[in-house]
């Protein structure tokens, strides 16, 4: 069993930064991958990030690739989201989500067990 929180959303202009944290319980949590999910009002939840147990792999959904990087500490339970130049379009909830690393389908949202509560991130133009 995997318990997630995330934090660090909040309200920032166009251009500016925040960071994303998702906190794990668990003594397995180094042996799962991490993805990051958004959800816009009206929209699907979407792929944003994933990340290889070990960290040594990384992918991004087109439309952030180069402003957003993502991270992970194993020795401290948790994972990281940097998003840097954000836009009004990336206004959303982001929920931080894991599963067994057994494929590099980080995008599947169907193959995460785990997921946070979400945090609000708003960007304002």
Do not use: H
């Not at 318990?3 to 959303?9: D, N, P, R």
């Not at 959800?39 to 402003?67: H, L, M, N």
């Not at 494929?103 to 946070?116: A, I, K, L, P």
């Amino acid at each position: 069993q995997v318990q997630l929180v995330e934090s660090g959303g909040g309200l920032v202009q166009a251009g500016g930064s925040l960071r994303l944290s998702c906190a794990a319980s668990g003594r397995t949590f180094s042996s799962y991958a991490m993805g990051w999910f958004r959800q816009a009002p009206g929209k699907e939840r979407e792929f944003v990030a994933g990340i290889r147990w070990s960290g040594s792999r990384t992918v991004y959904v087109d439309s952030v690739k180069g402003r957003f990087t993502f991270s992970r500490d194993n020795a401290k339970n948790t994972v990281y989201l940097q998003m840097n130049s954000l836009k009004p379009e990336d206004t959303a909830v982001y929920y931080c989500a894991a599963r067994k690393d057994y494929s590099e389908t980080y995008y599947e949202r169907s193959e995460y067990d785990y997921w946070g509560q979400g945090t609000q991130v708003t960007v304002s133009s």
